[in-house]
């Protein structure tokens, strides 16, 4: 079944305790992205990711780092992570070279809570 | 740079009622338009798309219209049912696709029998 997947769904941590979120998509997707959802701002990208080695920042990078070392994956890493990311956080990933539509696909979210 | 403007809610309808969420945007270039739901609990999915000037996407009942000289994609539905609550997402896409995405706030859909 092609989808992407998230671990953990859930996770309580404590301000400054380095944590990974780790994202797989097992569609040979090019593209993979990051984004946090938080209520009355939406859907907003953390980072994105064009292809291995490839990475760039979306509209709320601070506090946060990804790795694309590997197509299949693209892990969110919080190296100090403090309450204001306490958020639900969606990976998504897409094949531009596919066609046009560029559909994202999302995994089913992680939901944070930094203490 | 790009951005999407969409009605926040909670809209609230009863059963069988008319639905419009409004979704304009500013780009450059082109892109293609989507919409996503996100029902309770879940991640985004896939509603519908358009890409290019006067497509209809389509899409469980619900339709939208990619309006070039507007820069719209209204999303209507002409009779929605309480399993539609969700919360609907519109976005713009470029073809090229690697480029940062920047989605709509969001609109809460609740629907009462």
């Known amino acids: 079944e092609a989808q992407v997947t998230q671990n953990p769904r859930y996770l309580i941590t404590v301000t400054g305790k380095k944590l990974t979120v780790t994202c797989s998509q097992n569609?040979?997707?090019?593209?993979m992205s990051w984004y946090r959802q938080d209520p009355g701002l939406g859907l907003r990208q953390i980072y994105y990711?064009?292809?291995?080695?490839?990475?760039d920042k979306g509209d709320v990078p601070e506090g946060y780092k990804v790795s694309r070392k590997e197509k299949r994956n693209f892990p969110l890493i919080l190296e100090s992570p403090s309450p204001n990311q306490t958020s639900l956080y969606f990976c998504?990933?897409?094949?531009?070279?596919?066609?046009?539509?560029?559909?994202?696909?999302f995994g089913p979210g992680t939901r944070l809570t930094v203490l | 740079g790009n951005s999407v403007t969409q009605m926040e809610g909670p809209v609230t309808l009863s059963e069988e009622a008319f639905l419009t969420i409004n979704c304009t945007y500013t780009?450059?270039?082109?892109?293609?338009l989507f919409w996503y739901v996100q029902y309770p609990g879940e991640g985004l999915q896939l509603l519908l798309k358009?890409?290019?000037?006067?497509d209809k996407g389509s899409n469980k009942g619900f339709e939208a219209t990619y309006r070039k000289e507007t820069t719209s994609f209204h999303l209507e539905k002409g009779s929605v049912q309480v399993s539609d609550s969700a919360v609907y997402f519109c976005?713009?896409?470029?073809?090229?696709?690697?480029?940062?995405?920047?989605f709509g706030i969001g609109t809460k859909l609740q629907v009462i029998p």
């Open positions: 998504a990933s897409s094949s531009p070279l596919a066609g046009v539509y560029n559909e994202q696909f």
């Open positions: 569609m040979n997707h090019e593209y």
């Open positions: 990711s064009m292809n291995v080695e490839v990475t």
């Open positions: 780009a450059t270039g082109y892109p293609s």
């Open positions: 358009a890409t290019k000037a006067d």
């Open positions: 976005a713009p896409i470029y073809s090229g696709g690697y480029q940062k995405v920047t």
